[in-house]
C-alpha cells in the first residue's frame, strides 16, 4: 500500500523529517520525506497494510517534543515506481498557499546542557552547542524552507565531526540546521567598549568576572544584546540608570537556577512551571521578605521579572561565579528597538557599557524576550515575543479573509489572520518613530514571507495619526487593498472574544488611552460586543479633564487637580506642595487658570485616575515608564485592607470618579496609603462590575470579559472576576495574548474580518 501524508502545523526545525525517517524505518516502510515551501511536510510511504497504519499512528502520538501537529491529510496513491529506501529529500522550493510555520526560539535542552558541561564530549564548553530539540529558530532563519543555506548559519561551513551528525538518521543533530562546535561554528569574544578585542582565553568566564567586579557589559544573544550588571551591587545599576537616562524602569534580571530564585523570590508551581518551560520567558514574581538583591532593580515595585538562562552562552556565565543573578536588560537606545548589528552596537552601546561579549554570527530577526505574570492560576502574558513568535494562534472558528493588523502605538505587535490562525509577530516597542517604523515593516514583511499569507484586507487603529494608522494607508495603496480603522477598546474586546470562541460578550475594557468614536480619549469602558454587527459603548468612567493634555499623562497631580477641582481646596493644597511641578507655583498658577476656562480636553481612562489616586497618596509625583504610578500603586495596595467602604456611584451609566479621588483626598491623614490604595482599587473594580454584569443581564448576555492594560493588575481583575461569578455570569480574560496593546493586532484583524463578512 502507498500513501501520502500531508502534515501542517509547526513541524520545520523541530527534527520532524528525522522523525518520520525513524519511525518509517521502524515499521518496515520505504517511501520519501520532504518539507514543501512553507506549506507543510509531504511524507509518501509504501509497505504492508498494517505497516502504514501503526507508521500514521506513531506519527501522532511520538511527535517530537517541540512539534505541533494542525493536521494531518492522507490519501492513497498509485504504486508507480519503485522505492528502494526510505530517504529525507532535499526540501521542494515549490511554494504553496500557506499554512505551517517554522518554531520559534527553544531554550537549550537538557541532554545539550549535559554534553556541555562533559570535558569528554566533542562539544565541551562550546557556547553555541544546540540540536533538532533546541536552540534558536526565528531568530536564525532568513527564508523559508528551513535550511542551512536559508539561514544565518550559512557561513559556518560544517567539520567532518558535525557533518557526519548531521547525516546520521540516528543522531540527535540529523538534519540540525544550526549543528555547529568550537571548530566549525560560531566563535565568541570580548571587547573593551571601543571595539578592541581583549585576548583572554575563555572570554565568557572572563565577562562574568568582569560582571562580579562591577563592570557593564553588552552580551549578544540569539535575538538581539542584552546589557548585563551585577545584581548584588548597586553602583553599576545606578551607573546604568544614568546613562541610560532610565530613572525607575524595572530591569528584568538572569538568576543561575530555580533553587536561586526562591532565596529572593516567592515563586508557584504555575510560575515554577514558566521559568523552566522550553519558552524560558520573564516571569514577574513577587520579592520575598529576605530580598536581598539591589533595590536599584525594580524600584518602589512589590515584584521583580526574573528568567533562567536559556542559551550555552548563559549557562556558561554563571558557571564560576558566586553572583546569584545578572541584571539582564534589552539593550535598546530610548524608543528605538533592541539592538541586533555589531557595529550598530559599538555605536549605540559604546558610551553606556564598560565591555563587550561578542559572537561572529549574524542575528537575521530581533527578538526581546517574553514577559508573563500570574495571577493565581492563570497566566497574563505582558509581552508575547522570543519563544512564542510566530507560532500561530489556533482559533476554533475559521475566518474566510486574510487579514494583516498593525496594531497600535505602544507595545505594538503584527498580526497576519489567516483562516484558523494568527500570526503574531515578536514584539515591536513603541511605533514613534522612523526606526521602530521601519522595524515593522520588516517584521511584518517577514512574517508574510514565512506563512504565504496573501493578505486582502488591513486593520489599524482608529487614530487618524498614529503612525501605524499612517503605515496602513500607505501598504493599502500599495498593495490595492481596504483598510479598517478599528476602535481601540473594540480591538482589545475582539481579541478577547476570539480567544474563547464567543460571539457576544460584554467587555470591560480599562488602559491608559484609545481613541474614542468621538475623537475623544476614553480608557474605562464598558462595551455590547457582537461578531455580526461590532460594538456598542454601553457605560464608561466619568470623563475628567487633562490639564496641559498629555503633561496630564507624566504628571498624574495635574490628573488630581483636575479631578477635584471646585470639590476641595486642592489650589491651596497644590501651591503648599508645588515643589512637586518642574516649574512650582507659576505652574500651579496656569494650571488652575487653564481648569477655569473649560477647555481642557477629558478622558474617561481608569489608568488616569489611578494615577491620581497614586499622586493624591504621594506614591508616585511623575511618570518615568508606562503604567508607574498604577503600578506603584499596586504595589502600595498590596499592604491593604478594605477600610473606605465606597458605594458605587453610576449616574446614567457613568461611574463617579471625582466622589473616590475626593474621598481619598479628605481620607489620606486618617488611614494608611496601603488601605486607602487597596480601597480605591476595589472601589473601581466593583463598580466597573456591577453596571457590567448589570447590562450582561438586561441583554441576555452570559459573559462578561475583562480586557486592557489595567487587566494586569492582579487585584482589580481578581475582583471583577469574583463579582462577575456571583452574579451568576461567566467571566473571561486573556491567556493567548497580551490583555494590553500587545493583543491588538490580533483583535483588529478578528474585527476588521467580521465587518466584511457582515
Ligand atoms: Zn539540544
Ligand atoms: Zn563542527
Ligand atoms: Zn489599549
Redesign the pocket.
Known amino acids: 500500500m502507498r500513501v501520502e501524508a500531508r502534515v501542517r502545523g509547526i513541524v520545520q526545525g523541530v527534527g520532524f523529517r528525522p522523525f518520520i525517517y525513524r519511525i518509517a524505518l521502524e515499521n518496515r516502510l520505504v517511501g520519501y520525506v520532504r518539507n514543501r515551501g512553507d506549506a507543510y511536510v509531504e511524507i509518501v510511504v509504501d509497505g504492508k497494510e498494517r505497516d502504514v497504519r501503526s507508521f500514521l499512528q506513531d506519527l501522532v502520538e511520538k511527535k517530537p517534543p517541540l512539534a505541533r501537529i494542525h493536521n494531518v491529510t492522507t490519501k492513497h496513491l498509485k504504486e508507480e515506481k519503485k522505492f528502494r529506501s526510505f530517504t529525507i529529500m532535499k526540501s521542494s522550493e515549490e511554494v504553496e498557499l500557506s499554512g505551517s510555520v517554522i518554531p520559534p526560539d527553544i531554550a537549550i535542552c537538557n541532554e545539550c546542557l549535559d554534553e556541555m558541561g562533559n570535558p569528554k564530549d566533542h562539544r565541551y564548553n562550546y557556547f553555541f552547542i544546540t540540536c533538532t530539540n533546541c536552540g534558536p529558530r526565528y531568530t536564525v532563519i532568513k527564508r523559508l524552507p528551513y535550511d542551512r543555506p536559508n539561514t544565518t548559519m550559512h557561513e559556518f561551513a560544517m567539520c567532518d565531526f558535525c557533518q557526519n551528525e548531521y547525516a546520521a538518521p540516528i543522531n540527535r543533530r540529523f538534519h540540525a540546521q544550526t549543528v555547529a562546535c568550537q571548530r566549525c561554528g560560531p566563535q565568541v569574544y570580548l571587547t573593551s567598549n571601543d571595539g578592541q578585542q581583549i585576548n583572554v582565553e575563555d572570554p565568557i568566564r572572563e565577562a562574568s568576572r568582569l560582571l562580579e567586579d562591577g563592570h557593564i557589559v553588552a552580551v549578544k544573544g540569539y535575538g538581539g544584546f542584552h546589557v548585563a550588571t551585577s545584581t548584588t551591587k548597586s553602583e553599576p545599576i545606578a551607573k546604568l540608570r544614568t546613562v541610560k537616562h532610565r530613572a525607575g524602569k524595572p530591569f528584568a534580571i538572569m538568576a543561575r537556577n530555580l533553587e536561586t530564585v526562591r532565596s529572593f523570590a516567592e515563586i508557584n508551581t504555575k510560575e515554577a512551571e514558566l521559568l523552566t518551560c522550553h519558552v524560558r520567558p520573564i516571569v514577574l514574581l513577587k520579592k520575598s521578605t529576605d530580598y536581598y538583591l539591589s533595590d536599584l532593580i525594580a524600584p518602589s515595585l512589590h515584584n521583580i521579572g526574573v528568567m533562567l538562562p536559556y542559551t550555552g552562552l548563559h549557562y556558561l556565565l554563571f558557571d564560576e561565579t558566586e553572583e546569584p543573578a545578572f541584571v539582564m536588560t534589552s539593550a535598546n537606545p530610548p524608543n528605538e528597538p533592541i539592538v541586533t548589528n555589531d557595529s550598530r552596537a559599538l555605536s549605540q552601546l559604546g558610551n553606556l557599557v564598560d565591555y563587550f561579549l561578542f559572537h561572529n554570527r549574524r542575528i537575521a530577526q530581533r527578538c526581546d524576550d517574553s514577559v508573563i505574570r500570574v495571577h493565581g492560576e492563570n497566566i497574563s502574558l505582558i509581552r508575547r515575543s522570543r519563544g512564542y513568535a510566530p507560532a500561530p494562534i489556533c482559533l476554533r472558528q475559521p475566518e474566510d479573509t486574510p487579514v494583516l493588523g498593525l496594531g ?1 502605538e ?1 507595545n505594538t505587535t503584527s498580526c497576519i489572520l489567516f483562516k484558523d490562525r494568527a500570526f503574531l509577530s515578536q514584539h515591536l516597542g513603541d511605533v514613534e518613530n522612523l526606526e521602530t517604523l521601519q522595524f515593522q515593516r520588516d517584521a511584518t514583511d517577514h512574517l508574510m514571507r514565512l506563512t504565504n499569507c496573501k493578505i486582502e484586507a488591513i486593520a489599524c487603529d482608529l487614530h487618524p495619526k498614529f503612525t501605524t494608522t499612517i503605515l496602513a494607508q500607505e501598504l493599502g495603496e500599495e498593495l490595492d487593498l481596504p483598510v479598517f480603522q478599528i476602535q ?2 473594540w ?2 474586546a475582539a481579541a478577547l472574544m476570539a480567544e474563547h470562541s464567543l460571539d457576544e460578550m460584554i467587555s470591560i ?1 480599562c ?4 481613541y474614542g468614536l468621538d475623537g475623544s480619549a476614553w ?1 474605562g469602558e464598558i462595551l455590547d460586543c457582537t461578531r455580526k454587527s461590532g460594538f456598542q459603548r454601553l457605560g464608561h468612567l466619568e470623563e475628567q479633564p487633562m490639564v496641559g493634555g498629555d503633561l496630564a499623562t507624566r504628571y498624574p497631580l495635574r490628573m488630581m487637580a483636575g479631578i477635584l477641582h471646585g470639590t476641595a481646596d486642592i489650589e491651596g493644597w497644590l501651591l503648599a506642595n508645588c515643589g512637586c511641578f518642574p516649574h512650582g507655583q507659576k505652574e500651579v498658577e496656569i494650571m488652575f487658570q487653564q481648569l477655569g476656562k473649560s477647555l481642557v480636553p477629558k478622558t474617561t481612562s481608569c489608568g488616569r485616575v489611578l494615577d491620581a489616586v497614586s499622586a493624591v497618596l504621594g506614591i508616585c509625583y511623575e511618570r518615568t515608564y508606562e503604567g508607574e504610578p498604577a503600578m506603584k500603586l499596586e504595589s502600595v495596595a498590596l499592604a491593604g485592607r478594605n477600610v473606605v467602604e465606597l458605594k458605587s456611584i453610576t449616574r446614567e451609566n457613568v461611574i463617579d470618579t471625582t466622589s473616590l479621588v475626593n474621598e481619598i483626598f479628605n481620607q489620606r491623614n486618617t488611614f494608611s496609603t496601603a488601605d486607602l490604595a487597596f480601597s480605591t482599587q476595589s472601589y473601581i473594580a466593583r463598580s466597573l462590575a456591577l453596571l457590567a454584569c448589570e447590562k450582561a443581564k438586561q441583554l441576555g448576555v452570559d459573559v462578561v470579559g475583562f ?3 489595567v487587566a494586569y493588575n492582579e487585584h482589580i481583575t481578581s475582583i471583577i472576576r469574583r463579582a462577575v461569578k456571583e452574579h451568576g455570569l461567566r467571566f473571561v480574560a486573556h491567556e493567548l495574548v497580551p490583555p ?2 500587545g493583543g ?1 493586532s490580533f483583535g483588529q484583524a478578528l474585527a476588521a474580518a467580521w465587518q466584511m463578512k457582515a
Open positions: 497600535a505602544l481601540h477598546h480591538a482589545h475594557v488602559d491608559g488611552y484609545g480608557g480586557s486592557g492594560g494590553g496593546d491588538l
